[in-house]
């Protein structure tokens, strides 16, 4: 399900503005599920929000056994 949204908000951003800001890059990248949908983010992120990624990029990250990343300091909900 969290995968699902990811796909839609870079669907929806090719069609008509979506607003991006720190906190919801962040939420998109940690609810990410597996190193490889992490990476697709942030190859994403750094083509199209350079800027906010860069100040996600200064928060630091936790690293679990398997390779995945969290960012400091994000809030996970993906609300409306």
């Given at each position: 399900?969290?995968i699902r949204?990811l796909?839609?908000?870079?669907?929806?951003?090719?069609?008509?503005?979506v607003?991006?800001?720190?906190?919801r890059?962040?939420?998109i990248?940690n609810?990410a599920?597996?190193?490889?949908w992490?990476?697709?983010?942030e190859?994403?992120a750094?083509?199209t929000?350079?800027?906010?990624?860069?100040?996600?990029?200064?928060?630091?990250?936790q690293?679990d056994?398997?390779?995945?990343?969290?960012?400091?300091?994000?809030?996970r909900?993906?609300?409306?």
């Amino acid at each position: 399900m969290r995968i699902r949204k990811l796909v839609l908000v870079v669907e929806v951003s090719e069609y008509c503005v979506v607003l991006i800001c720190l906190s919801r890059l962040g939420a998109i990248y940690n609810a990410a599920t597996g190193f490889a949908w992490q990476e697709r983010i942030e190859e994403w992120a750094k083509e199209t929000h350079s800027g906010i990624w860069e100040e996600l990029s200064k928060r630091g990250y936790q690293e679990d056994e398997t390779g995945v990343k969290k960012i400091l300091g994000i809030d996970r909900s993906l609300g409306a």
